[in-house]
Nanobody, 122 residues
Framework: VQLQASGGGLVQAGGSLRLSCSAS????????VGWFRQAPGKEREFVAAIAWKGSTYYADSVKGRFTISGDNAKNTVYLQMNSLNPEDTAVYYC?????????????????WGQGTLVAVSS
């Protein structure tokens, strides 16, 4: 499975961005996709995840601002990010896993895409 993340950029506080994670390869093995982020000097943290059949999960810090969704026809998962603030600045990674459990734990993911940088200016 190969994952390609895109959509990062520089945005002002209060603005929006939409990240995309496109999957290819043995995608039938995927049961969940997650987004994680890592800010400079900090550990990688869970942002959001979507499981097969559409169940979604969010970190408390992004609830109500971020929305994760999937387009099966395009093999793509999106992360719509609204009301961005400087604390959201980080490299964002998408990841996929073969199981639908422990979605918040990065160590349980089987496949990772390259990161895409999101920078929010104040």
């Amino acid at each position: 499975v190969q994952l390609q993340a895109s959509g990062g950029g520089l945005v002002q506080a209060g603005g929006s961005l939409r990240l995309s994670c496109s999957a290819s390869g043995s995608i039938l093995s995927i049961n969940a996709v997650g987004w994680f982020r890592q800010a400079p000097g900090k550990e990688r943290e869970f942002v959001a995840a979507i499981a097969w059949k559409g169940s979604t999960y969010y970190a408390d810090s992004v609830k109500g601002r971020f929305t994760i969704s999937g387009d099966n026809a395009k093999n793509t998962v999106y992360l719509q990010m609204n009301s961005l603030n400087p604390e959201d600045t980080a490299v964002y990674y998408c990841a996929a896993k073969r199981t639908r459990t422990m979605l918040v734990l990065s160590s349980t993911y089987d496949y990772w895409g390259q990161g895409t940088l999101v920078a929010v200016s104040s």
